[in-house]
């Protein structure tokens, strides 16, 4: 299990040239929301280095950077490309004969345009450090990873207690659910007998009463469900795949389950721990929107 937040770095020099790739992530609701930084002159690897950060996170918003040093000048020329920059010439002129301008082109403003002057060392360099850049990807990915695995594991303690505590309650209220019905009963009979009334325990209204309140208050189904899904978080928490959806889901049923043991539960002691039972699936909800 991992975090959806983390951080790596890693730095590698060849000669002239030097590397430093960062590699952080945030939560996200989404699933995998990528955004790439690459130099210029490295663009043409944002297909493999997307492949690589995709394969090994699966949810969260990842941001990969790459700060390229290039301080090689072995010839100090510049490429130009001329039949480019005939190209555009001509567009501009046709376009501004189509539209009605008069816009005078300089040699300058040609040369600023995307393409038409590069660096003619720039495309071999590329090639050739291509090989040399991944791995170094790889490896800011791996601290990335760890990074993320020891927030996972802090998470997964801490989610660990909140469960604890939930099937602590859980348990508190199988102990109290059995007696509700006596209570009731006793309490029916009470407000009889207080009422000056005389009726006998087996008279067929009182009988009736106490059964429809049994059929309406019964919880039994609800803290089993509850039981089942906790024994489910507590495997999914060991689980060392991606579990941040399927948690999810499951504290959605969870919750589900509380709700209807508040509602159906006639007694003090149980709406009081089922407040309890809300306040600390909240904290969890809050801790989970961290996990892949």
Known sequence: MKSMTGYGAAEARWENQKLRVEVSSVNSRKGIDLVLNLPRELSALEPVLREKVQGCVSRGRVALSLDFKNRKTASGKLYINRTLLK?????????????????ELSLEFLLRLPGVQTDETVPET???????????????????????????????????RSVGHLEKTVARILERKDGVLLRYRQNLQ?????AGLQVPLDDERLVKEIVIFSDRCDITEETTR?????????????????????????LQEIGREVNTVGSK????DISRWVVELKTELEKIREQVQNLE
Do not use: W, Y
């Not at 495997?235 to 499951?250: K, T």
């Open 190 to 194: 009470k407000k009889i007998a207080e």
């Open 126 to 160: 590329t090639e050739k450090l291509a090989a040399q850049i991944v791995p170094v990807v790889e490896k800011a990915l791996a601290a990335f990873q760890k990074s993320r695995a020891r927030e996972g594991a802090f998470l997964c303690a801490a989610l660990a």
């Open 226 to 250: 509850l039981h089942s899904h906790l024994v489910e978080t507590r495997r999914l928490l060991r689980s060392p795949e991606a579990i941040g959806r399927n948690l999810d889901f499951l």
């Open 265 to 268: 539960a006639n007694d003090i």
């Open 87 to 103: 190209q555009h010439a001509m567009e501009l002129k046709s376009l501004a004969r189509a539209t009605g301008c008069n816009t």
